[in-house]
């Protein structure tokens, strides 16, 4: 019989290799994710007239920015927290649901028109 500090540990089960698979693939899609986002915006505001925007379009682009905040503090969360779930408001700013603008009317939510440039 062995005594000492390790007697009672059971022997270590190996994590089966599908659920290690299962794990990467969810870290590199997370990944892949910031990558497409970083680069897709390092790429596309070189070129992007901002001064010539109007109010309008420079708001839907705000709204989105929002969304995308959101969705990087929902992530931070999840890793110092290891709880994945999110509350209603987070899951509809997320979502991108249309919402009353300041002026009454609707801006747009996902998929839909984007505003004039000017």
């Not at 110092?80 to 009353?100: C, K, N």
Request: hydrophobic letters at 35%; charged letters at 20%; a negative charge.
């Amino acid at each position: 019989m062995h005594t000492g500090p390790h007697a009672s540990r059971t022997p270590r089960q190996a994590t089966p290799p599908e659920v290690v698979i299962a794990k990467e693939s969810e870290v590199l899609t997370v990944l892949g994710l910031c990558h497409s986002f970083s680069h897709g915006i390092g790429r596309a505001l070189p070129g992007l007239h901002l001064a010539q925007l109007s109010e309008d379009a420079q708001g839907s682009i705000r709204e989105g920015l929002e969304r995308v905040t959101a969705a990087v503090g929902w992530t931070e969360h999840v890793l110092e927290t290891g709880q994945t779930d999110m509350d209603a408001a987070l899951e509809r700013l997320i979502a991108g649901e249309r919402r009353r603008s300041a002026s009454g009317r609707h801006s747009p939510g996902a998929g839909e028109g984007v505003p004039p440039l000017s």
